[in-house]
């Protein structure tokens, strides 16, 4: 039977500061505000002969990397289907329920997600980790991103089966 091991990366300084609001429906919105996000990580990968399985300073390379392209910025839902985005020169325009919203373009990053929810950013870094470890020996990586202590969402990625 294969020997798989489970790494576990939680460190302090993968964490990225923004700015967002949650889209609760088409009408109803949070107001914009921001939070201290930290990520971490959970990587299975098997066992080598000699008790090593996965360098865990390459995935804590990437991750500080992933967050620190997050960090310090606003940002905005592109794929919502409730509100739409537009650039006009220096700025994106927001429609949202009757009212517009404008952000300047270099402190905001549009992401191809639904809703700026802790459960979106976690499959949007997960897909950006996954997409860097191509051709790696791993089994399955889950990533969390928490909007605070307290409150976290995950997202899975598994090994297709041969
Ligand atoms: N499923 C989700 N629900 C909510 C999310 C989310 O990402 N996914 N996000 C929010 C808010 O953006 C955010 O959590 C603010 O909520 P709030 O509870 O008002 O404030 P704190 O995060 O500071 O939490 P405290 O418990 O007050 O410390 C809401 N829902």
Request: aromatic content about 10%.
């Amino acid at each position: 039977m294969e020997r798989l091991t489970t790494l576990h990366i939680d460190k302090e300084s993968h964490k990225f500061s923004a700015a967002h609001y949650t889209i609760f429906s088409a009408s109803e919105r949070e107001r914009l505000h921001g939070h201290n996000y930290s990520v971490s990580a959970r990587i299975v990968a098997p066992m080598g002969d000699n008790g090593f399985s996965a360098d865990y300073n390459v995935y804590k390379r990437r991750i500080k990397q992933l967050c620190d392209e997050l960090d310090e910025y606003m940002l905005l839902a592109g794929d919502s289907p409730h509100q739409q985005i537009g650039e006009e020169g220096d700025y994106y325009r927001v429609r949202f329920a009757g009212e517009q919203m404008l952000f300047l373009r270099s402190d905001t990053l549009v992401l191809p997600i639904r809703n700026a929810t802790v459960e979106e950013f976690s499959h949007y870094l997960l897909g950006r980790l996954v997409e860097r470890s191509r051709g790696e020996d791993l089994r399955e990586i889950e990533l969390g991103v928490a909007s605070g202590p307290g409150q976290r969402g995950s997202a899975r990625w598994q090994c297709a089966p041969d």
